[in-house]
T-cell receptor
Framework: KNEVEQSPQNLTAQEGEFITINCSYS?????LHWLQQHPGGGIVSLFM???GKKKHGRLIATINIQEKHSSLHITASHPRDSAVYIC??????????FGSGTQLTVLP | NAGVTQTPKFRILKIGQSMTLQCTQD?????MYWYRQDPGMGLKLIYY???????DKGEVPNGYNVSRSTTEDFPLRLELAAPSQTSVYFC?????????????FGQGTRLTVV
């Protein structure tokens, strides 16, 4: 079973700061997902990546397959980025195994 | 497209009561999933389905049942509610299973059993 560890669990930043959230997993994978859960509770998919880097607006996701590690970066953070960020990797039963999430709070 | 729609958003149940959480998707996805999310924990898979008429247990299936009579609908049934089932429940769907396909989530159902 793939174990997923996220760090930090909680992160508070000032508006404009560069933010990094880390995800490590125990078993080699073909792709990793980053998800965002807003205070209202809904979950949306941010990235699905299997190598290198992907960028969407101010969000950048990187993955190092050899080191079994991925990072999610947010540049020029804004209070509206406040959310729980979750990484997920393949588990059994053709579904995902989820990390416990990183609670990000960006203060104005 | 509405995506994945879950109802209700909130519910309070008494111990021993039963209820059905509804989930429907309009993306013609084959795969559908039910997860529960407890504080400080990652989402745990309850049941999943790879197509109409086919369901299987996930990691934490005890106390729940599902059915998949159509591609669109995947209801989750709690027969005898227990306080341990207090959680936030998410339904999700994807076109294919596995990791190389995007999953779409409903808005969640916050259930409290008292």
């Amino acid at each position: 079973k793939n174990e997923v560890e996220q760090s930090p669990q909680n992160l508070t930043a000032q508006e404009g700061e560069f933010i990094t959230i880390n995800c490590s997993y125990s078993v080699g994978i073909s792709a990793l997902h980053w998800l965002q859960q807003h205070p209202g509770g809904g979950i949306v998919s941010l990235f699905m990546l299997s190598s290198g880097k992907k960028k969407h607006g101010r969000l950048i996701a990187t993955i190092n397959i050899q080191e079994k590690h991925s990072s999610l970066h947010i540049t020029a953070s804004h209070p509206r980025d406040s959310a729980v960020y979750i990484c997920a990797v393949p588990g059994s039963a053709r579904q995902l195994t989820f990390g416990s999430g990183t609670q990000l709070t960006v203060l104005p | 497209n509405a995506g994945v729609t879950q109802t209700p958003k909130f519910r309070i149940l008494k111990i021993g009561q039963s209820m059905t959480l509804q989930c429907t998707q309009d993306m013609n996805h084959n795969y559908m999933y039910w997860y529960r999310q407890d504080p400080g924990m990652g989402l745990k898979l309850i049941y999943y389905s790879v197509g109409a008429g086919i369901t299987d247990k996930g990691e934490v299936p005890n106390g729940y049942n599902v059915s998949r009579s159509t591609t669109e609908d995947f209801p989750l049934r709690l027969e005898l509610a227990a306080p341990s089932q207090t959680s936030v429940y998410f339904c999700a769907s994807s076109y294919q299973g596995g990791s190389n396909t995007e999953a779409f989530f409903g808005q969640g159902t916050r259930l409290t059993v008292v």
